[in-house]
């Protein structure tokens, strides 16, 4: 038969192995709430980094490339940090982060990761996804203008106007219809811009084009509501009209990005 201490000493082992396990799980429990938080946080930074930079770019001092370029690298350390799985951020954020790397700064290869990966994001949304793609398209796209790869923009171009419209018909979604005139005003002036960046002939090829598809689809409308995502493509064209377009209003589109308010 056991002995009296021998009994409170299988008692002492087996409350010890309890307290052991409540204070693993309660450590366990600690961090993931700790985790939770992080990645909360983290989310939280890149969400207010991507609208950061979008105000940057309205803004008028030509130094917030700066800024703006920091702000992306610094979304991007954060999301090769903690992960989408973690984070599960929208396609938007990273399109947006991606958008004004591309507008404001020669970092194109952030801007297409962070492009490729808003393209995934939404693609798994099916039909819900749509807009998002489309716009994640012209990024891309201007990604390949700004490298002088006039067959990869235009691919994106014709990827973007051909989601929108397989759902801009009569039962389309009016932001989906406003799209497609917007994404062939986009395709005009990003052509015109990878003319300067080496895109030569073949480039102007689809300048030419894009603008007599534009027009169709009321360009001269665009610039008299000073559709400012447009003038803001048109004001990155150096040239006066590098492409000798006849009936291009280039300057005027840059005075409305000049103008913004």
Avoid at 47 to 72: H, K, P, T, Y
Avoid at 171 to 185: D, F, L
């Amino acid at each position: 038969m056991r002995t009296f201490l021998e009994i409170v000493t299988a008692i002492v082992a087996v409350l010890a192995l309890v307290v052991a396990f409540h204070a693993n799980r309660i450590a366990g429990e600690s961090l993931a709430n700790a985790n939770t938080e992080s990645y909360r946080s983290a989310r939280s930074e890149v969400g207010a980094a991507a609208a950061r930079m979008e105000e940057l770019d309205l803004a008028r001092s030509r130094r917030n490339g700066v800024q703006i370029e920091i702000l992306g690298s610094q979304a991007d350390m954060l999301i090769e940090q903690y992960g989408q799985a973690n984070l599960q951020l929208p396609g938007q954020v990273y399109r947006i982060i991606a958008q004004y790397l591309v507008l404001d700064t020669d970092n194109l290869l952030v801007a297409k990761k962070l492009a490729d990966e808003a393209a995934r994001i939404e693609r798994e949304k099916g039909s819900a996804g749509t807009l998002e793609l489309i716009r994640t398209h012209r990024v891309l796209a201007e990604i390949a203008a700004q490298d002088g790869l006039v067959d990869q923009m235009n691919m994106e171009y014709e990827a973007a106007l051909s989601l929108a419209e397989a759902y801009s018909g009569p039962t389309g979604s009016a932001p989906i219809k406003v799209s497609t005139q917007r994404t062939r005003a986009f395709a005009l002036f990003t052509s015109l811009l990878a003319a300067e960046k080496g895109g030569g002939t073949e480039a102007c090829d689809a300048a030419n084009r894009y603008f007599a598809d534009a027009t169709d689809d009321r360009l001269e409308n665009l610039l008299q509501s000073h559709n400012l995502d447009v003038a803001r493509r048109a004001y990155r064209v150096s040239a006066k009209n590098p492409c000798e377009i006849p009936g291009l209003k280039l300057q005027r589109w840059k005075e409305v990005w000049r103008n913004r308010t």
